[in-house]
């Protein structure tokens, strides 16, 4: 390839990985910014870290069916207000956008769950936050983005 000519790929598909932290609702501005640019479908994403026992195994003696579906579906509702209002500044701006929320056990975890999403939804570039919402946090980067980083088949682009 010569000087002159420039490699250039098409995105097609936009993914946002969202938990409602300063950092991930910046990525989400970036990644209407990028998806405007390149007439992108954007995709929002969040993931709810559950206990594994929803799965099956023996739940906390605290813990009824019920009292927990009640407590993951509030949390869904909680989420669900956050990516609505991405997906309505995106839609704002002439932006095709959809928005899921996934369940993933704990001990998968969010970095897993989100690399089987974008394989399967076939996304051309992964927009995170550096630092987010999840328990105990690295120096430099947040679990989840170094995770994604390091383990991504695409191109992941980390607001920091």
Do not use: F
């Amino acid at each position: 390839m010569s000087n002159n000519q420039t490699m250039t790929k098409t995105l097609h598909k936009i993914l946002v990985c969202v938990d409602g932290s300063d950092k991930s609702l910046e990525a989400a501005d970036y990644s209407i910014s990028i998806a405007q640019n390149s007439r992108a479908q954007l995709v929002i994403l969040n993931v709810i870290e559950t206990e594994p026992w929803l799965y099956g195994e023996k739940a906390y003696e605290w813990g009824s069916p019920e009292k927990v579906d009640e407590a993951y579906a509030n949390k869904k509702v909680e989420i669900q207000k956050i990516l609505d209002q991405i997906k309505k500044n995106a839609e704002a701006v002439g932006i095709q956008s959809n928005s899921e929320i996934l369940l993933a056990p704990r001990t998968q975890g969010a970095v897993k769950a989100i690399l089987e999403y974008v394989e399967q939804q076939q996304i051309d570039v992964l927009v995170v936050g550096t630092r987010g919402n999840t328990g105990i946090k690295k120096m430099l980067l947040g679990s989840v983005a170094n995770g994604l980083l390091t383990l991504a088949n695409c191109p992941v682009m980390v607001i920091k």
